[in-house]
């Protein structure tokens, strides 16, 4: 049993610079970059990285699968997020979840079949005041309730339309 | 940015600054910190600059992008400087008014101002702002006055005095004496005696050492870190290099929560000025004395902020606690001495070593010094970060800087310390919040998260919802934690659908014990505390939901029905629009009726009803 | 050499020593689960934990990580130990129901039926196969995977890891035989990780005995010696 990667070498040689400014490059930021650059740790990804790196590949496999940053599975193109803190809890996130769960049709963790939303849930972004907050991408929307949910998703979902 | 040599230097270049800036030229001071650019403050810069350069007053009026002003429920939050006018709830369409009326004429705009809801009078100045009147602010004082990514303004503000005298009048035997002379205890939750913790780390054997910022502030609510992080970077980077000095480290780590990418761009740049000044680098302030300073950003997992499992972080493992001993100060980084201390702790060294131990010891009670930030959320007014002296009681933050309880209902509580805290009920409130009271109250100080819970909050269900959180975040790695815990969240889940059981209380109570007792880190050792201190202080709750299948607050789904009072429904159909299962049906001015079959108990109905028709019970 | 007092009794360590050893020179029974004398001490399981005393009161610490200090005061077996033992006991039974090595255990500390369940899966998440695969085999093959409740012992990916050398020292070392192993005719198999070895035939004798993955090892072991 031998794995070949059927991933182009070329593609992420980049981000494999085992050493930055003479320095170690840390495992967890080479797994950042390829996170950030393909949504998710292709298999072949992982294979090459703990190949150059000399890190067992049982090694990066138990910390991309330990931390939160990290997805083996490809995520959708726009990242639904929705605050779970206590101080948006108490302020009623979970019905906001509930709503955006039940219209889109997944769980938390889970991307929409044509792979446009994942919903996630985040525990506390630090912005309290604006409780509940929902995060589309990068936008924050503050003070949401469910009605307001609603629409935000219907603006976004025309937008994934009309592309 | 030319590079600083010497402390003359320093204060060389810090004279110029100051005498190069008239301190009654007008200043429009905007806070552009996380919650208040989402409020649209940026909107709110470009608009001011804008505004100015069109009117030709770019000589005449400056603006200042801040961090965190810290009365987040009332942003975007601008202040004239030098007059302190204080207006709230700006919008870009405001700037023009604001300075053809207010700098230009000096008429205040009514609008604009804070209102309190006591008096219902306005109130024009900062210093009169009752949210801010009963605060201390030594951590906190320039968040409001300097631009974070501007180093000149910390410098100009008496920023790296501190640095020049550990530097040039202090032995790090006696930094660290001063710092044990001040009384400060740990930030981060633990409160352990911060002098004592560098004594033995710079008494460990080694000639390589490392200092590490926590800013992994992971308590859902809490975000003190974040608005120093954000507002003032330099200070917490003073402070560590002060640190460093007196242990004997050469480089430094800041690990900071992903999910803070505001403060990891600002603490950013002022790595990158305070290497270009000289602050950081080789031969600081020509002491001899080398430190370099990483930013290292956690990858999701609240686990990380414990400090064995953050030292893992860096080192490429798993964020899986060890056991200790060995401390970190003996051994901790890559088997290194290492000295890790939390973001607020590393901002009050500046602030001791300027002002001195002894001065700062006169503040606080007997055994907790010095003032402690929290981030006052949930439900209530004012919410917002709040600088208070230890021994300022839960009473004066919650009504007389919090404002209150919106909806003018009762305040239930207010739980500190986020999972690994308790809560504390009305009827404690004016307790002198200090790290042994609180201790005794079944709670802990924790970071400096306090969220208030109102009368409609389920106490159940906040224990419920903390146990979660804790089963997300474990590690996984003893059992006490990784399978005691889940058998707590079973049993909470089971009460709050109506399947509790006799004999339940009794469990969560032992468990929650032996669960304290046994586990391997901070984690698993505080994570029973919500639950036990809700049974504590709200057993008649638990009680309801198990024995009466009842949930007072009327929050958890399964034991609540929502229906309409045929009296006072007047039919207008707004519940019936705002349903998402269409579960309501009725003619036009003839009353509504709720399928309890299809409701989902979502509460939209009663959110929108305009006549209280929709009952919860 | 140290001195401290264990269940009343003084007795003598090596410095350097834990707890559990110092216990153990001194014929004091204490028991554990994640423990192996070849690998570091994991501290996982928390069976093994003991009560330490001290001017501010009693914890307990897990008696294989801690180290034995001069004049410390031990108790191996006080009702604050049990109490633990027994909640450790109770949690594992209630989540490995038929690992005998649990069983017994809970017939030992007189735990009967657990008061929750936590599911049926003989791993026990001990760590032993893991930390025995990387500290004393070397090959890396499998490691903890997820965190939390879902934790759990994989190869990379969940298939057939390719570091597996067929070895079986988890399958020997694992207390609940959670590991499977089938040796068939020439075929071992390990079903845990989807690792499948053919073995060869001995040129002289014909017997099937020994897969190519492993030989490899032996055979950089053997040129090792010779140099």
């Known amino acids: 049993m031998s794995f070949r990667p059927a991933f182009d070498v070329s593609e992420i040689e980049d981000l494999l610079n085992v050493e930055k400014d003479g320095e170690n490059v840390s495992l967890m930021a080479v797994l950042e970059d390829v996170q950030a650059r393909y949504r998710y740790l292709p298999k072949d990804a992982m294979i090459l990285i703990s190949e150059r790196m000399g890190v067992p590949l049982s090694q990066a496999y138990s910390v991309a699968t330990f931390y939160n940053a990290f997805s083996l599975k490809p995520k959708g193109k726009h990242i639904i997020n929705v605050c779970l803190g206590t101080a948006c809890m108490v302020r009623g996130s979970r019905r906001i979840l509930d709503r955006i769960s039940g219209r889109l049709g997944i769980e938390p963790g889970e991307t929409t079949e044509d792979g446009e939303f994942t919903l996630e849930t985040v525990n506390c972004l630090g912005a309290c005041a604006l409780g509940p907050i929902v995060v589309l991408d990068d936008a924050y929307s503050g003070q949401m309730n469910a009605s307001k949910a609603d629409a935000l998703l219907r603006d976004a979902m025309a937008e994934v339309e009309a592309v | ?617 | ?227």
């Open chain 2, 1 to 617: 940015m030319k590079k600083i040599r010497t402390t003359e230097e320093l204060e060389g270049f810090r004279e110029t600054l100051v005498t190069g800036r008239d301190p009654e030229k007008p200043r429009v001071s905007v806070c552009c910190g996380t919650g208040c650019r989402v409020y649209g403050s940026m909107k709110v810069i470009e608009a001011f600059e804008e505004e100015i350069d069109s009117s030709g007053l770019d000589k005449k009026i400056d603006v200042v992008s801040t961090g965190c002003h810290g009365f987040c429920e009332k942003g975007p939050v601008v202040v004239l400087k030098p007059s302190g006018i204080f207006y709230q709830r700006v919008d870009a369409a405001d700037v023009p008014g604001i300075i053809s009326e207010t700098m230009l004429k000096g008429r205040v705009i009514e609008e604009l101002l804070y209102t309190d809801p006591g008096s219902g009078k306005t109130i024009v100045y900062e210093h009169d702002v009752p949210f801010y009147q009963k605060q201390r602010r030594l951590v906190l004082d320039l968040n409001g006055d300097i631009d974070p990514t501007n180093i000149e303004d910390y410098v100009a503000f008496g920023g790296y005095s501190a640095l020049s005298k550990a530097v040039e009048r202090m032995s790090p035997e006696e930094i660290i004496e001063e710092v044990g002379n001040s009384g400060l205890r740990g930030r981060g939750g633990a409160g352990f005696p911060t002098g004592l913790k560098w004594k033995l780390c710079r008494k460990a054997e080694g000639d390589t050492k490392y200092v590490i910022c926590n800013a992994d502030e992971g308590d859902p609510g809490a975000y003190m870190d974040r608005s120093i992080m954000e507002g003032n970077p330099h200070r917490v980077l003073e402070g560590m290099i002060i640190g460093a000095r007196a242990i004997g480290a050469h480089q430094g780590y800041v690990y900071i929560r992903n999910e803070y990418p505001l403060a990891v761009e600002n603490l950013r740049i002022a790595i990158a000025q305070a290497e270009a000044c000289g602050f950081l680098g080789n031969n600081i302030l020509g002491s001899g004395f080398d430190l370099s300073i990483q930013i290292r950003p956690g990858s999701g997992a609240f686990v990380c902020g414990e400090e064995t499992a953050l030292m893992a972080s860096i080192e490429d493992r798993v964020g899986e606690p060890r056991p200790r001993p060995p401390y970190p100060a003996v051994s901790g980084l890559w088997g290194k001495p290492t000295n890790i201390n939390n973001v607020e702790t590393w901002a009050n060294v500046p602030i001791i070593i300027e002002r001195g131990g002894d001065w700062y010891s006169q503040i606080g009670t007997a055994d907790s010094k010095g003032t402690k930030i929290f981030s006052v959320v949930g439900n209530i007014n004012n919410t917002g970060l709040v600088e208070v002296p230890m021994g300022a009681t839960l009473s004066e933050i919650v009504y007389d800087i919090g404002g209150g309880i919106p909806g003018g209902k009762a305040c239930k509580a207010v739980q500190l310390g986020g999972p690994s805290g308790g809560c504390v009920p009305v009827e404690h409130f004016d307790v002198p919040i200090d790290y042994e009271s609180l201790q005794e109250l079944g709670s802990i100080m924790g970071s400096g998260g306090m969220v208030v819970c109102d009368e409609d909050t389920c106490m159940v269900e906040l224990a419920r919802f903390f146990m979660s959180f804790v089963q997300e975040e474990s590690c996984g790695k003893c059992v006490p934690c990784r399978l005691g815990t889940k058998a707590m969240l079973d049993v909470l889940t089971r009460i709050t659908e109506g399947n509790g059981q006799d004999g339940d209380i009794e469990y969560l109570l032992e468990l929650g014990e032996q669960i304290k007792e046994s586990s391997l880190c901070g984690l698993g050792q505080t994570a029973p505390n919500p639950v036990l201190s809700t049974i504590r202080y709200f057993r008649d709750e638990y009680e309801a939901h198990i024995q009466d299948t009842c949930c007072p607050a009327h929050v958890c789904k399964p034991l609540i029905q929502y229906s309409i009072d045929v009296e006072a429904c007047t039919g207008c159909g707004r519940c019936l629009r705002a349903c998402p299962v269409e579960a309501i049906s009725g003619e036009k001015k003839e009353p509504h009726i709720i399928d309890q079959e299809k409701c989902i108990k979502c509460g939209s109905c009663r959110e929108v009803c305009k006549f209280d028709a929709v009952m919860v019970e």
């Open chain 3, 1 to 227: 050499m140290i001195t401290l007092t264990i269940d009343g009794r003084q007795v003598e360590a090596l410095e350097g020593a834990t707890l559990l050893e110092a216990a153990r020179e001194n014929d004091i029974e204490i028991p554990t689960l994640c423990f192996h004398e070849a690998l570091e001490p994991y501290g996982g399981c928390r069976l093994c934990v003991v009560e330490l005393v001290g001017p501010k009161g009693s914890q307990l610490v897990a008696s294989c990580v801690h180290p034995a200090e001069e004049g410390a005061e031990v108790r191996t077996n006080s009702e604050m130990v049990r109490r633990s033992r027994r909640t450790t006991v109770e949690l594992l039974l209630a989540a490995a129901p038929n690992a005998k090595v649990i069983q017994d255990l809970a017939a030992e500390m007189g735990v009967e039926q657990p008061r929750v369940r936590l599911g049926d899966n003989d791993c026990i998440l001990c760590g032993l196969c893991v930390r025995a695969c990387d500290e004393i085999v070397g090959a890396n093959a499998i490691s903890l995977v997820n965190r939390g409740f879902v934790k759990e012992v994989k190869p990379p990916f969940g298939i057939g890891s390719n570091a597996c050398i067929g070895c079986t020292t988890c399958v020997f070392i694992c207390p609940t035989g959670a590991i499977k192993l089938a040796d068939v005719l020439t075929n071992r198999s390990v079903h845990e990780w989807k690792s499948d070895f053919e073995f060869r035939p001995c040129k002289i004798c014909g017997d099937h005995y020994l897969a190519p993955e492993l030989r490899q090892d032996y055979e950089e072991l053997l040129v090792e010696e010779q140099v």
